[in-house]
C-alpha cells in the first residue's frame, strides 16, 4: 500500500498528513488540483453508473443501499473480530 501512495503522492494526486490523533499514522488526502486532472478519465463511468441507477425505483434505490450499509457494518464487525483474535493469540 505504501508504494501505491508513494506513486500517488508522485503525481499530484494525494498528499499525506499527519493524523491529529495518533501521531503514528497519516491521513492520505487528494489534492484537488490532481483530481481535477483525472476526473475526466471517469466520466464514462459516471454516465455508465447513472444508466444503470436510472432503472431503479427510489424504492428499490433504498433497498439497495440498505443492503450496502448492512455489508460494510458486517465486514468491519467481522475485521474487528478477525483483529481482536490476532491480538488475543499474540
Do not use: H, W
Request: aromatic letters at 4%; charged letters at 30%.
Amino acid at each position: 500500500m505504501t508504494s501505491v501512495i508513494d506513486r500517488l503522492e508522485q503525481a499530484g494526486y494525494v498528499i499525506r498528513d499527519k493524523d491529529p490523533n495518533d501521531r503514528r499514522r497519516v491521513v492520505v488526502k487528494p489534492v484537488p488540483e490532481g483530481s481535477a486532472s483525472i476526473s475526466p478519465l471517469f466520466q464514462s463511468i459516471m454516465q455508465s453508473t447513472l444508466e444503470i441507477v436510472s432503472q431503479y425505483t427510489e424504492q428499490e434505490l433504498q433497498l439497495i443501499l440498505n443492503f450496502i450499509r448492512q455489508c460494510n457494518e458486517m465486514t468491519l464487525t467481522e475485521m474487528n473480530k478477525m483483529k481482536n483474535e490476532k491480538d488475543r493469540m499474540s
